[in-house]
């Protein structure tokens, strides 16, 4: 995109652009002012948020906008300018293709919900693709959450997400999705637990509880793809377990849940007190539906997998020519233990105002150091990073719940004198890149390239970096929830490969925790140790040093290879 010449801030763009663009910033970071001096990322934006500003930034000026030009113009006038340009430019161009609202209730599977169904087909009726989220649960006075009024929150959330009450039928070779009325079963089970003291027995039991209904499979052909537990405690707030499918939700999605759910009970609430002017958030959802998503995706995919093809068959090759690079067995299911670490907070402060200053993210610090550990520990010049993307570049998707999120896949190489400077900024190269090439799924990306590169796709991947951005619903509203980490093993047995999982969990405060999924033997345990300290090391390296090359594994406490 041209560069507009410097014209003095606000004065290049016209105030109604400009009064738009401001008002979304403000929404989206929760800040009260934002001038012409103002740095997203500096105001606390991260790349999730980036990309939803730039879903609705191309909503409300009606053209494409590259995906990364937040990054490339972190500063709100620059940015301002620039959209202002591309709107002029693109004024009579063609409208901006997305996906239209319609009242269809059949339709194909997307192609997210196809690989999904490929391991339901696989295994018959299981719990392969259920998710369980654990919560956090009080009243907003502090006191206990009324357990009618969350039932009928929870009935309400079903009736406002069509995701919700989807049932999948067998048609033809494949599979068809129906959007079928809301359920009339109990979606919630209460279980009393306040005659036990606060004790990990008394944890244990919640999570024994949690695991039995997690391992009970959903109906899929029925629908009613939502089930929830209510434990009341005594020395603490209840816990809320929500169990899902992914063919109905992604991480996103859990996120517009939680929101929903909260907004729910407030709209009883208000409703039992007799209020008068009583939110309608709870009400059905308007807008585009996960099954017009899978119509619209339905009709463009081979167009996209086509334009896609040339990036791909660039990272199977930069990962592929690497020498260090050899042949591992299959991945084994087997019991699985976590080992965590928590950054210092005084540690991720610093890296999160390093990044701003950068015009990137935590995150994509986080991946670079991530990559380098990795790269320290096995040798490897080029590492493979597969992380997860919310892939939800249209703002008319933004808050509807389905499984849109996609894997991708980074080919980070990792010079021997390679500079946390250099690095980071490679790494946020490329996963602009990977941005820009992810609206399928990594496995049909990925598939045609591996293939003529002779290699199993799982190959080349090294590790995996799931980063969760966590956060409550906000305390002053009439249910508060709040997400609970669990450091303990999965609710289901895990098959681990070769790679390592790594898991970020950052907090709306200065606050990271890093958890490694490894087989549960002790030397696993001692590698997942060097990775995490390893990692520690290297982001501190990033703030400490920036211009400094790598340290070695030695100093950031790794085995030698």
């Known amino acids: 995109m041209d560069r507009i010449p410097d014209v003095g801030r606000d004065a290049a763009v016209d105030d109604d652009l400009t009064g738009r663009l401001r008002e979304l910033w403000q929404t989206l970071l929760g800040v009260p002012k934002v001038d012409a001096e103002s740095n997203f990322f500096e105001l606390g934006g991260h790349s999730m948020l980036a990309t939803r500003l730039m879903a609705r930034t191309r909503r409300s000026l009606g053209v494409e906008l590259p995906a990364n030009l937040i990054f490339q113009f972190p500063v709100f006038a620059e940015f301002a300018a620039q959209a202002a340009l591309a709107a002029r430019h693109g004024k009579d161009a063609q409208p901006v293709d997305v996906p239209q609202a319609t009242e269809r209730e059949r339709g194909p599977l997307s192609l997210q919900q196809q690989q999904l169904m490929l391991v339901e087909v696989g295994l018959g009726p299981?719990?392969?693709?259920?998710?369980?989220?654990?919560?956090?649960?009080?009243?907003?006075?502090?006191?206990?959450?009324?357990?009618?009024?969350?039932?009928?929150?929870?009935?309400?959330?079903?009736?406002?997400?069509?995701?919700?009450?989807t049932g999948f039928r067998p048609e033809g070779a494949g599979h068809v999705q129906l959007v079928l009325p809301a359920v009339a079963d109990d979606v919630l089970d209460?279980?009393?637990?306040?005659?036990?003291?606060?004790?990990?027995?008394?944890?244990?039991?919640?999570?024994?509880?949690?695991r039995q209904a997690h391992l009970r499979p959903f109906d899929l052909a029925a629908g009613g793809l939502l089930h929830a537990q209510l434990f009341r405690r005594s020395g603490g707030a209840d816990?809320?377990?929500?169990?899902?499918?992914?063919?109905?939700?992604?991480?996103?999605?859990?996120?517009?849940?939680?929101?929903?759910?909260?907004?729910?009970?407030?709209?009883?609430?208000?409703?039992?007190?007799?209020?008068?002017?009583?939110?309608?958030?709870?009400?059905?959802?308007?807008?585009?539906?996960?099954?017009?998503?899978?119509?619209?995706?339905?009709?463009?995919?081979?167009?996209?997998?086509?334009?896609?093809?040339?990036?791909?068959?660039?990272?199977?090759?930069?990962?592929?020519?690497?020498?260090?690079?050899?042949?591992?067995?299959?991945?084994?299911?087997?019991?699985v233990a976590r080992s965590a670490t928590v950054v210092?907070?005084?540690v991720l402060g610093a890296v999160r105002q390093?990044?701003?200053?950068?015009?990137?993210?935590?995150?994509?610090?986080?991946?670079?150091?991530?990559?380098?550990?990795?790269?320290?520990?096995?040798?490897?010049?080029?590492?493979?990073?597969?992380?997860?993307?919310?892939?939800?570049?249209?703002?008319?998707?933004?808050?509807?719940?389905?499984?849109?999120?996609?894997?991708?896949?980074l080919a980070v190489p990792v010079a021997a004198e390679a500079t946390p400077r250099q690095l980071v900024q490679l790494v946020g190269e490329r996963l602009a890149a990977a941005r820009q090439w992810s609206d399928l799924p990594l496995e049909t990306l990925i598939a045609g390239p591996a293939a003529d590169a002779a290699v199993d796709p799982a190959e080349l991947i090294d590790v995996v970096l799931s980063v969760e951005l966590a956060g409550g619903r906000p305390a002053d509203g009439r249910l508060r929830l709040r997400p609970v980490a669990d450091d303990g093993p999965p609710l289901l047995p895990v098959a681990i490969a070769a790679q390592r999982t790594v898991h970020a969990h950052l907090g709306d405060a200065d606050r990271l925790r890093l958890v490694v999924e490894h087989a549960d033997d002790p030397d696993e345990a001692a590698r997942a140790r060097?990775?995490?300290?390893?990692?520690?090391?290297?982001?501190?390296a990033v703030v400490s040093a920036p211009d400094v090359p790598l340290p070695t594994p030695l100093a950031v406490g790794a085995p030698p290879r």
């Open 126 to 165: 299981s719990p392969a693709n259920k998710v369980a989220v654990v919560l956090e649960v009080e009243a907003g006075d502090g006191g206990r959450v009324d357990a009618d009024l969350l039932r009928r929150a929870l009935h309400l959330l079903v009736d406002r997400h069509p995701a919700l009450r």
């Open 190 to 210: 209460e279980t009393d637990l306040r005659e036990l003291p606060p004790s990990a027995d008394a944890l244990r039991r919640v999570r024994r509880r949690v």
């Open 239 to 335: 816990l809320l377990a929500l169990h899902l499918h992914h063919l109905a939700c992604d991480g996103r999605s859990q996120q517009v849940l939680v929101d929903d759910l909260a907004a729910a009970y407030d709209t009883l609430t208000e409703a039992e007190v007799g209020a008068e002017d009583v939110a309608v958030a709870a009400g059905p959802a308007d807008g585009v539906s996960y099954l017009d998503y899978a119509l619209w995706q339905e009709g463009r995919w081979p167009a996209m997998l086509r334009q896609s093809r040339p990036h791909w068959r660039a990272v199977v090759r930069e990962l592929t020519d690497d020498p260090a690079r050899v042949a591992r067995g299959p991945a084994a299911t087997v019991a």
């Open 344 to 346: 210092a907070p005084e």
């Open 354 to 409: 390093w990044a701003a200053g950068q015009n990137t993210t935590s995150v994509v610090v986080l991946t670079a150091a991530v990559a380098a550990a990795v790269s320290r520990l096995t040798g490897l010049s080029s590492v493979g990073v597969g992380t997860l993307l919310e892939n939800r570049p249209l703002a008319e998707v933004e808050r509807t719940v389905g499984p849109f999120a996609n894997s991708t896949l």
């Open 530 to 540: 060097a990775l995490l300290d390893s990692v520690v090391g290297l982001l501190t």
